[in-house]
């Protein structure tokens, strides 16, 4: 048994075309594959502007960042859950509503946060730009979301 029967009808699938989202998604992953690759290049020169202070202050801010993000994660995943659970067309146990609201904040701290941190051109830099303190604290703090 599916777990929504929720359906498009031929209306909604006429309206996305699987060409549409293709082209729609490669143009994205462009663009982000060409902000990565400028950030790659931009953050060793910004680093060496800063003093041992403030990258110890930028690692706090990016604790700080990741927690905001994760708070707002929390948000929209309850959110999402709650629609889905209201357009799926049957009804679902306590357990079952758990691990739905579950699955959809991992899904979405990993598509946000995780991702990204543990991306190994992301961690190649970030090793060489921080300090192993720095990489505890960092690492500490997302502990707290798994």
Not at 17 to 42: F, N, P, Q, V, Y
């Amino acid at each position: 048994m599916p777990i929504c029967s929720a359906s498009w009808n031929d209306s909604s699938r006429r309206k996305f075309s699987r060409s549409r989202a293709t082209i729609g998604w490669e143009t994205h992953w462009k663009e982000e594959t060409t902000h990565a690759i400028m950030d790659e290049l931009e953050w060793p020169r910004e680093n060496s502007k800063l003093t041992t202070g403030e990258r110890d202050r930028a690692v706090d801010e990016l604790i700080a960042l990741v927690g905001d993000m994760d708070g707002i994660l929390q948000q929209q995943s309850l959110a999402d859950a709650a629609y889905f659970l209201n357009v799926c067309g049957r009804s679902f146990r306590t357990e079952e509503i758990d691990r739905i609201k579950t699955g959809v904040l991992r899904a979405y701290r990993w598509q946000y946060i995780f991702s990204g941190v543990g991306h190994p051109r992301f961690q190649v830099v970030y090793e060489k730009l921080t300090t192993p303190g720095q990489r505890d604290r960092v690492a500490t703090a997302l502990a707290t979301l798994s």
